[in-house]
């Protein structure tokens, strides 16, 4: 069937120390694979994305790497801040009959302590 | 902030009754898709209205249905609630139905007892 999963359910790292959230995704049709903030009381934010005939790209203290193979996504987070504090979900975006949809994993939750 | 607004921001209902979620798209975008959010979960497909038209639909029974309005704006209808049906419902619009790219709204928390 179709998934999206992840790793870890929570990740604690401190203020400053890079954070690596993992994702495992079973579909093999996915254009685009999204990552998403989601604060507490918020809809999802788009952090950064790649297209399935990537392996990497790169944002403002973000990394997105994407691995075809072992079907295989992260996000990592450069000197984490309290800020990015948040649940974080990635989804792949399947393109069919006409229209998109997005498969959400079910989240990590990052905690920054000072 | 994403441009998309939803109301109401919460809302409780009893088992059995209907209930009229609204979602107002991103000046500009023609798609609205809903989602409905489980606690502790990711986000599910419900469905996505294009040009005021159903235009795909995950795995939710028909008394999940919608509407789309000519100037885009969007009503997720739920018929004889269950408890099971407590969730954020989350709406997200695209330029078209083409574009992978959605952006959320805040959501409606639907509380039903």
């Known amino acids: 069937g179709e998934s999206v999963g992840l790793h870890l359910p929570t990740l604690s790292v401190q203020e400053g120390d890079n954070s690596i959230i993992n994702c495992a995704y079973s579909?093999?049709?996915?254009?685009?694979f999204i990552w998403y903030k989601q604060e507490s009381g918020k809809g999802p934010q788009f952090i950064i994305d790649i297209r399935s005939n990537m392996d990497k790209r790169q944002g403002q203290r973000v990394t997105v790497l994407l691995n075809k193979t072992v079907k295989h996504l992260s996000l990592q987070i450069a000197a984490t801040q309290p800020g990015d504090s948040a649940v974080y979900f990635c989804a792949e975006n399947i393109l069919s009959g006409g229209y998109n949809k997005l498969i959400f994993g079910a989240g990590t939750r990052l905690a920054v302590h000072p | 902030e994403t441009g998309v607004t939803q109301s109401p921001t919460h809302l409780i209902k009893t088992r059995g009754q209907q209930v009229t979620l609204r979602c107002s798209s991103q000046?500009?975008?023609?798609?609205v898709s809903w989602y409905q959010q489980a606690l502790g979960q990711g986000p599910q497909f419900i469905f996505q209205?294009?040009?005021?038209?159903?235009?795909g639909r995950g795995n939710f029974p028909p008394r999940f249905s919608g509407l789309q309005f000519p100037n885009y704006s969007s009503e997720l209808n739920v018929n004889a609630l269950e408890l099971d049906d407590s969730a954020l419902y989350l709406c997200?619009?695209?330029?078209?139905?083409?574009?992978?790219?959605?952006?959320f709204g805040p959501g409606t928390r639907l509380t039903v007892t």
């Open positions: 209205y294009y040009r005021e038209e159903e235009n």
């Open positions: 997200a619009s695209s330029a078209d139905r083409g574009n992978y790219e959605q952006y």
């Open positions: 579909n093999s049709a996915s254009d685009y």
């Open positions: 000046s500009g975008h023609n798609t």
